[in-house]
């Protein structure tokens, strides 16, 4: 019987190029983080609106699928198409990209409000995903007029 000679480095190579190939690059999970968020003073006492934006790093796609906060019985997610704005259950955050709350576009409304929020107060929400685990985010209530492209 011939045998083959294969030195150790050539094996721990193809074992390496193998294990690569599958997924120990640790980009198959949804990687998020949430920046940019404000609430605008709201006008009326019982109704806000928040925006923020929510990137994904990671290779795998997840969904925003509820969002709850201490200063409102209820807040809903909206989307906003050809000005027509209508209630969603839940918005996807592509791997590798991101899902932004705007004014005019996909916005979040705060109902039921507990207390009226006030230019400098944060308010607390939690966002919870289809696949990953919720995230807390402190969002600051802006003038009522705040523009976020200006910071004013």
């Known amino acids: 019987m011939r045998r083959l000679a294969v030195p150790a480095a050539a094996l721990t190579g193809t074992l390496a190029l193998a294990l690569a190939g599958?997924?120990?690059?640790?980009?198959?999970?949804?990687r998020l983080s949430v920046g940019s968020s404000y609430m605008p003073q709201?006008?009326?006492a019982d109704m806000a609106?928040?925006?923020?934006?929510i990137t994904n790093?990671?290779?795998?796609?997840d969904e925003l699928t509820s969002v709850t906060s201490d200063i409102a019985g209820e807040v809903t997610m909206h989307d906003t198409v050809g000005g027509a704005m209508q209630e969603v259950t839940s918005l996807a955050v592509p791997a590798h990209g991101q899902l932004v709350f705007k004014s005019g576009g996909n916005h979040l409304m705060f109902e039921k409000?507990?207390?009226k929020p006030r230019r400098g107060d944060?308010?607390?929400?939690?966002?919870?995903?289809?696949?990953?685990?919720p995230v807390t985010v402190e969002m600051p209530v802006r003038s009522a007029t705040y523009n976020p492209s200006t910071g004013h």
Not at 22 to 30: I, L, R, Y
Not at 57 to 61: C, H, I, Q, S, V
């Open 49 to 53: 609106a928040g925006f923020l934006t």
């Open 22 to 30: 599958c997924g120990g690059s640790g980009d198959t999970k949804a």
């Open 122 to 133: 944060t308010v607390t929400l939690k966002l919870r995903f289809a696949n990953s685990g």
């Open 57 to 61: 790093e990671g290779g795998t796609k």
């Open 113 to 115: 409000l507990k207390r």
């Open 42 to 44: 709201p006008v009326s």
